[in-house]
């Protein structure tokens, strides 16, 4: 009898288990489906054709502080476009900055959805690109780090934020231990421009150790971005109607 309810058992759980997918991401000749799988609010389709999604791209807005939830959000939307088969992404850049990790994790996501599934990330920086978001700018495919005209570019040394609630009590390693961290975490920072903008690390360094706002034809010249593209003005045709009273 006992053999008899865990067979039973068993199949319950094999058959309930058949239709879930699982969740995987790697290269493939098929997109995967994956019918609970939607876009984030920040994520949107844009068809430019009736070749279906071969004439189509996907948009990411990138709006505001950068963080952990846009992570899971960009990635999340290029999960979606890869299983569809939309290998072209814009992403729309608005952003006083955020979190540096975040916007470190963003850019090897981009890197790898640019190497291994063979996807063309366009960015577009709109109004302000400060702080982490020209780090995330660096995620962009070559040629593709797009500054628009009357925008604002800022960078700086790297800024770690603390909060305390109370007594704090330290011992002179544990700062020490804090500083090495801390000078660690620089290096890395600015090693993601050194390469770009053709400097060592402490000529970088040296660069931003003050905060630096630019316009984006100067960022264009230090190499960190690789165009700047007039904010296009399109005319608006209204239709006058006579005053009624």
Same mark, same amino acid.
């Given at each position: 009898?006992?053999?008899?309810?865990?067979?039973?058992?068993?199949?319950?759980?094999?058959?309930?288990?058949?239709?879930?997918?699982?969740?995987?991401?790697?290269?493939?000749?098929?997109?995967?489906?994956?019918?609970?799988?939607?876009?984030?609010?920040?994520?949107?389709?844009? $068809?430019?054709?009736?070749?279906?999604?071969?004439?189509?791209?996907?948009? @990411?807005? +990138?709006? %505001? #502080? !950068?963080?952990?939830?846009?992570?899971?959000?960009?990635?999340?939307?290029?999960?979606?476009?890869?299983?569809?088969?939309?290998?072209?992404?814009?992403?729309?850049?608005?952003?006083?900055?955020?979190?540096?990790?975040?916007?470190?994790?963003?850019?090897?996501?981009?890197?790898?959805?640019?190497?291994?599934?063979?996807?063309?990330?366009?960015?577009?920086?709109?109004?302000?690109?400060?702080?982490? $978001?020209?780090?995330?700018?660096?995620?962009?495919?070559?040629?593709?780090? @797009?500054? +628009?005209? %009357? #925008? !604002?570019?800022?960078?700086?040394?790297?800024?770690?934020?603390?909060?305390?609630?109370?007594?704090?009590?330290?011992?002179?390693?544990?700062?020490?231990?804090?500083?090495?961290?801390?000078?660690?975490?620089?290096?890395?920072?600015?090693?993601?421009?050194?390469?770009?903008m053709g400097k060592t690390v402490e000529e970088v360094n040296l660069?931003?150790?003050?905060?630096?706002?630019?316009?984006?034809?100067? $960022?264009?010249?230090?190499?960190?971005?690789?165009?700047?593209?007039?904010?296009?003005?399109?005319?608006?045709?209204?239709?006058?109607?006579?005053?009624?009273?």
């Amino acid at each position: 009898m006992k053999r008899v309810i865990l067979t039973l058992l068993l199949c319950v759980v094999l058959l309930g288990g058949a239709g879930i997918p699982a969740l995987a991401e790697g290269p493939s000749h098929q997109p995967f489906r994956y019918p609970y799988l939607q876009l984030p609010s920040s994520a949107f389709i844009e $068809a430019l054709d009736k070749s279906g999604v071969k004439g189509a791209t996907g948009h @990411i807005m +990138m709006i %505001g #502080s !950068i963080g952990s939830i846009e992570f899971r959000e960009m990635r999340q939307s290029l999960l979606y476009f890869k299983n569809i088969g939309i290998r072209k992404v814009d992403i729309t850049l608005h952003s006083e900055g955020g979190s540096p990790f975040a916007a470190f994790a963003m850019v090897q996501l981009l890197r790898k959805y640019q190497r291994i599934h063979g996807f063309k990330v366009r960015i577009m920086g709109f109004g302000e690109v400060a702080s982490a $978001a020209c780090i995330l700018l660096q995620g962009a495919s070559p040629g593709e780090r @797009i500054l +628009m005209d %009357g #925008s !604002i570019f800022m960078m700086h040394d790297l800024q770690i934020v603390k909060f305390s609630f109370g007594l704090i009590f330290e011992s002179v390693s544990d700062q020490a231990q804090e500083v090495d961290r801390t000078k660690f975490v620089q290096r890395k920072y600015w090693e993601m421009f050194a390469g770009p903008m053709g400097k060592t690390v402490e000529e970088v360094n040296l660069m931003f150790k003050d905060e630096l706002w630019m316009t984006p034809q100067r $960022a264009v010249e230090i190499g960190l971005a690789d165009k700047v593209i007039p904010t296009p003005l399109v005319p608006i045709t209204t239709k006058e109607y006579p005053d009624e009273e």
